[in-house]
Every structure is written in C-alpha cells, then in structure tokens.
C-alpha cells in the first residue's frame, strides 16, 4: 500500500442476502463547519438507505407486517397514496419481493420521484394537484376497493410508528449512550418519525427535548384545530390550516392518525415552525459547507437545530433528522439557482489555459 495513504477498511463483515437487509442503521455524522462554538450538532443521515431515504423503513416493515398477519397475499398488487418517498421505498420493495406496485401521487410532486418509482417498475398514477394530499389518498382508496388490492395505509397504520421504535428510535439510543443528548429536532409527514421516536425517547431519555416542526405557513398542530376523521382514522376533510408548502414530505393537509398519538400523549416538547425558504437554504449550506447533500425537509430540521444551537448553552449536544437525499429535488427549487451551463468563472477558467476549450 502506498506509505502515505492512511485510511484502510476491512469491509461489513457479513454478506447481504438481498437489498433489504441494508435498510436502517444509517450513521449519526458531527456537523463541523456550521455549528456554533461549544454545541455538538448531529445529523441521522437516512440518505444512507438503499433507495435513500426514511421511508424505506417503512415500506418493508408495511410489508412484511402484511406478509405475516395474511392481509397481504402472495402476488397481490399493492397500492398508496404517496409524496414520493414512500413509493420509491415500496417500489425497492416491491422489486426485491415481486409484487406489482401502484402509486397515486399529485402531479405537483418532483418528477424525478416518478420516474425512480417507475424505473423500480411501479405504476404511477398521478391526481390533480388541486385535490391535494386528500385526493391523491381518496384515489388510492377508490383503486383498492374497486381491484381488490392491497392499501399500504401509511397515514393509519401500527407498521409505521412501530419501526421507527424498532429500529431508528434504537439507534439513536445507541449512538448516544453514554453521551448527552438534549434536543431531537424533526418535521412530520405521516408523524411515524417521531411516533416511534416518542415511544422510545419519552422511557429511556426523558430529558432529551424532542422539537417537532412544521412549515410556517401551514401549522396544522399549531392551529389547535382538531383534524376530522372517519371511523378508521382516515381523514374526513383537509385540514383548514393547511397551505401548499414547498417542504415536499411534511405535512399534508390533514392531520394523520399517526401522528395524533404524538399529540395524545404529549410526545414532543416544543412546536417550532420554519419556512421552506429557511429549509432550502440550509440544506444549500449543509452541501457546500459540510458535503451533506439532503432534501428540503432535512435543511428544514436542520434550521429549527441551528436556532437552538444558536441559543443553547456550551456542550449542549442537538440531533437534526435528515429524511433523504438532495438527489431528489434536482428539478425543483432547491437547484434552481444552481446552472447546468459553465457561469463567467467557469468560462474565465477554461479561457486561462489554451487546450480543451468549448466552442
Ligand atoms: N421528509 C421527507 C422528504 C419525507 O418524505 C417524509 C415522509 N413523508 C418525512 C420527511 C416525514 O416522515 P414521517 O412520515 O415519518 O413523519
């Protein structure tokens, strides 16, 4: 090995049976350049999934969940109402399994989320974007009733919360034992983050604060109004403080039954709203600053944690979520500002040398 290279690996020290098995267990990585002097701020990059985000976890434990009680049926197609992430993470899924994959999902959602669904070989069903969150849901309804599939239900079901408490909630225990953790900060989508987060953190760390967020201009908690529902948890109407919101994953126009738990029982301790704005420009600084590439709703945690780290007290220790990766937002506003043609500085550096110039 060449003398000066210092960094070796010896690899996981297991073989994987299938991609599956590569889901959870995402890292915990220090934040160096933005935090403030004295606070110790974390991230759980779950970008490190093998289709990229949280919602992997999810998708296999719907699953198999289903799998295991009979509900699901070999072969059977499933279906869900999806932002996105929960469609790619089913579709991984679905993939390795082999049943077929239907998504619904509003056509205001990125592109890209489309096409990674369908290049795992899923169907995906777009709905009007004036229907919102309610109607791509109803939609999903309507397919299953009508062809017998099987409704993944991510907004109501137990699978949800339940692995994040088996698994993501776990390895935050792990990671900090033995150390001081004082803030969780996390945005809701389903709310099976922090549902399961809640669960675990509420026993075995009561004096770590868990911050929830949601966007500013659409603070259903906040609002204190109490979200109408059917008899198995399904919401009955949108929510009346919702707003279109460009923190894609986060909030819906209802509140979901899972969530509702987090509010029951008290699971989180501060309610901080943040523009999408403010997401979108820490997650831009997290990728130029520290090479952490994440999507809005990440930047978005990450800007509620740098308001607490920016008021916290030397040696207070803050753990941000980050849901998924910047990959996923190619086409939408967060790269907006970012070229695909070579800017004047580009176009001074290639003009500084005489060879390989274009045009
Ligand atoms: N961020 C993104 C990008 C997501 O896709 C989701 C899931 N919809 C969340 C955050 C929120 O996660 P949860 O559903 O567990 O509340």
Redesign the pocket.
Known sequence: MDAITQRTTSGRGRLYDSILETIGNTPVIRVNNLAPDGVRLYVKAEFFNPAA???DR?ALNIIETAERTGALKPGQTIVEA?????GIGLAMVCAQKGYPLVVTMADSFSVERRRLMRMFGAKVVLTPRSEKGTGMYMKAVELAETHGWFLAR?FETEA?ADI?EATTAREIIGDFAGDRLDHVV???????????IARVLRKERPETRIVLSEPANAQLIASGIVQKRGPDGSPAESHSAFEPHP????T?DFI?N??QEVIDTGGFDDLVPVTGAEGMAWARKLARQEGILT????GA?FAVAMGIAERAQPGTVILA?L??TGE?YLTTPLFEDIPEDMDDEEKALSESTPGYRLG
């Open positions: 985000s949280v919602k999810l999806t932002s996105g992430n929960t991510q949800n994040h996390m945005g809701y989508g389903t709310g099976g983050t922090v549902a399961g923190i894609q994953g986060w819906p979901p899972v969530l999507g809005v709703s990440g945690s979520m849901p998924d996923r």
